[in-house]
């Protein structure tokens, strides 16, 4: 049997409340590690705060370094959802559109519409989705 790969980053405890852990990552472009990120400005860094449900094991720490990791399949449905349904909505919409011959502007704005309609749904059903992902931490 293959091992199960995963997408982990290093992170920091934050707070530790029962059964719920807040952990701060640092996620960074490819151009942050970079040496000479300072002088040309492309670099960019994003913290943010995961909160993760522990189960088993008890003694964690505010401030203890740890390693978040969710399974790559995981990584790859969110990706799906976010990037690729987007972009088929808006092809779909901008095809068929501009087929019937509605006029350029109109086209893109209603394609633009739709996929910003589709961003509010996810935002609606943000805490059924979020059920769909677990994160889970490990020691460094």
């Known amino acids: 049997m293959r091992p199960q790969r ?3 980053h290093k992170g920091r405890i934050v707070s530790v409340s029962g059964d719920r852990i807040s952990v701060e ?6 151009c942050a590690a970079c040496r000479v990120s300072g002088l ?11 909160e993760i ?4 094991k008890t003694g964690w720490k505010v401030g203890q370094e740890v390693i978040v990791c969710l399974g790559q399949s995981m990584g790859l449905k969110a990706v799906f959802y976010s990037y ?13 559109l501009s087929t019937i011959g ?14 910003a309609c589709y961003y ?10 979020a059920g769909n992902y677990e994160f ?4 460094i």
Request: with cysteine; net charge positive; proline share 2%.
């Open 6 to 8: 995963e997408i982990s």
């Open 25 to 30: 990552i640092v996620s960074e472009s490819a």
């Open 40 to 50: 040309c400005g492309v670099a960019d860094s994003k913290k943010k705060i995961v």
């Open 53 to 56: 449900r522990v189960v088993g």
């Open 84 to 96: 690729v349904i987007p972009l088929l909505i808006l092809l779909i919409l901008i095809l068929s």
């Open 102 to 115: 509605l006029s350029d502007w109109a086209t893109g704005l209603i394609a633009v519409g739709g996929v």
């Open 120 to 129: 509010l749904a996810i935002y609606f059903f943000r805490d059924r989705f």
């Open 136 to 139: 889970y931490i490990r020691d």
